[in-house]
């Protein structure tokens, strides 16, 4: 996705435009995509491109903004120089007063296994990629978070669990849901009829 997206700027540098609008560029990329903007960035100030880089991610927008707008319902409710700019300051402005309040959450009893993965390994994927050795469980009611920097199986546990893969015959237990959704990192490749 990341290698797309540079596509996607030569593309519009192509056509010779003077403005490069740049939605959520960073969405699908881990670190190497934003590497790859701090280098463009800075090619295109020099080249004289104006850039509208529009981000949710405020490290990254006082990294590589000069001025940052903030935008609430519509409407501009903050402008100033990045310099200015203070991430908690934005953070109020994006989200105003009122929703910083973190609204109460249920806590529903765990219930039965829904998922369970004990010792599984995958040693091939499409990319090359492998699992080794991992055990979870997933209950009714629960939410359990998977952190990992890109590119370290997350995509391959996801595709596993969902059905997408199967479990090396030697290696390790897996019960799944009959049927479970699937939402892909890269969706409009993997989960959009576009």
Known sequence: MGERQQLEI??????GGRVVILDEPTSATGESGLAFLRDALELLRKDGIGVVYISHK?????????RITVMRRGRKVWEGAAVDADASALARAM???????????????????????????????????????VSLEVRRHEVLGIAGVIGNGQRELARLCAGLVDVDADAGALRRPATAGYVAEDRSRDSLAL
């Open 10 to 15: 030569l593309v519009a540098l192509s056509w």
């Open 58 to 66: 405020l490290p990254e927008v006082l990294e590589l903004a000069d």
């Open 95 to 133: 989200l105003g007063e009122a929703t910083l309040a973190r609204p109460a959450r249920t806590h529903n009893q765990a219930g039965e296994t829904v998922l369970g993965l004990e010792r599984v390994s995958v040693r091939w994927s499409e990319r090359g990629r492998s699992l080794h050795d």
